[in-house]
């Protein structure tokens, strides 16, 4: 069912890197919220932070999930912000770092939020060096709404520089 699958492998992924179920849990841009789900089943405190007001309410609705409504940058300049610093085990950008204008800054704050020992950070993005990973409908790579499109090297690189230490790259996660 929809994105159910995809969500059940990254789910996986995130999980056997981790080592353990974590007990805190950010995604920023949930989307309808099937990983949120996973996360949430095994105990951890979840929170999203998603831009459209669609659906951070219906997630809080129909979900019960507590997801501000808001783009990450305004959330940052929030009262909340300060009770979450060092909070997350995990934290989730799914197709979400190539819309944003400044990367660099923005993985830089999520390290903030992320606890300092072991905290993990997933970053899910088309690959510019496989035209189908945006899938079919932006084979040109040409979707309106991506500022950045990145290389397995150029993702490296921008992770690194915001002071992440130890960087996975894969990029044959997803067939093709």
């Known amino acids: 069912r929809g994105m ?3 969500s059940r ?3 996986g992924f995130i999980r056997s890197v981790f080592g ?13 919220g099937t990983l949120m789900d996973l996360f949430k089943k095994t105990g951890a405190d979840v929170i999203g932070i998603e831009p459209d007001a669609t659906a951070a309410t219906w997630l809080r ?3 019960g999930f507590q997801v501000f409504n808001a783009f990450f940058e305004d959330f940052c300049n929030s009262d909340e912000f300060s009770k979450y610093v060092g909070y997350f ?8 770092l190539e819309h944003v204008e400044k990367p660099i800054e ?14 993990l950070l997933y970053i899910e ?8 990973s945006d899938g079919l409908k ?3 790579h040409c979707d309106p709404g991506h500022l950045s499109y990145y290389s397995p090297e150029y993702l490296r690189c921008v992770v690194q520089q915001a002071g992440f230490r130890s960087v996975f790259l894969n990029a044959d996660f997803f067939p093709p």
């Not at 085990?89 to 979400?96: K, N, P, Q, R």
């Open 138 to 140: 932006w084979q040109d």
């Open 89 to 96: 085990d995990v934290a989730v950008l799914s197709h979400v």
């Open 20 to 32: 353990k179920d974590p007990r805190s849990y950010l995604e920023i841009g949930p989307g309808a």
């Open 106 to 119: 923005l993985l830089r704050i999520v390290r903030r939020l992320l606890n300092p020992q072991t905290g």
């Open 4 to 6: 159910g699958p995809i």
């Open 125 to 132: 993005v088309p690959n510019l060096l496989k035209p189908y």
């Open 9 to 11: 492998l990254r789910f």
């Open 61 to 63: 609705r129909e979900k």
